[in-house]
T-cell receptor
């Protein structure tokens, strides 16, 4: 079966750095997405990786290792507004998006 | 900016009622999707559509149907609402191919079935 694993919840301090991991087992791979979802709101697109390596976008970076079935989202200089759930999703061989359950990130002052 | 709108943010219905959830996107996207989101679970795909009048079942289509008569509009229908359909319903749209598969979401409809 297809499976995406991410931690249920993480806590970090304002101004610090946090890494949210995602591992996946899917039938084929056509890219990995990270979305941010604030409580009660819709998910919004953060990043897309299809090749191995690190993609940096401001305070957020996303890393992919296809051979390991692994990705992480790195958030630097954490701000209170970064408190949200972070969803990992993989596009499989049929171009279907397989979603993880999300990681709830709590930022403390 | 892509805009995806949903007809209601909150909805309360009674068991057995027929429920219509509407979704409209303004970016000429080919693909449209309906998901439900429940606590502790990932987004689960109910139905999707790659073109007008075309529909495909997702992972959990039972108890639901859809309609896509126009490219910009994708409707989700609960034929006879049940309490286990209480959930957050999210509509999304995307173009086709690679990074363009990025899905853009509407604000969601929180449905309570009593």
């Amino acid at each position: 079966g297809q499976n995406i694993d991410q931690p249920t919840e993480m806590t970090a301090t304002e101004g610090a750095i946090v890494q949210i991991n995602c591992t996946y087992q899917t039938s084929g791979f056509n890219g990995l997405f990270w979305y941010q979802q604030h409580a009660g709101e819709a998910p919004t697109f953060l990043s897309y990786n299809v090749l191995d390596g690190l993609e940096e976008k401001g305070r957020f970076s996303s890393f992919l290792s296809r051979s390991k079935g692994y990705s992480y989202l790195l958030l630097k200089e954490l701000q209170m507004k970064d408190s949200a759930s972070y969803l990992c999703a993989v596009l499989d061989s049929n171009y279907q998006l397989i979603w993880g359950a999300g990681t709830k990130l709590i930022i403390k002052p | 900016d892509v805009k995806v709108t949903q007809s209601s943010r909150y909805l309360v219905k009674r068991t057995g009622e027929k429920v219509f959830l509407e979704c409209v996107q303004d970016m000429d996207h080919e693909n449209m999707f309906w998901y439900r989101q429940d606590p502790g679970l990932g987004l689960r795909l109910i139905y999707f559509s790659y073109d007008v009048k075309m529909k495909e079942k997702g992972d959990i289509p039972e108890g639901y149907s859809v309609s896509r008569e126009k490219k910009e509009r994708f409707s989700l229908i609960l034929e006879s609402a049940s309490t286990n359909q209480t959930s957050m319903y999210l509509c999304a749209s995307s173009l086709s191919g690679g990074p363009q598969e990025t899905q853009y979401f509407g604000p969601g409809t929180r449905l309570l079935v009593l």
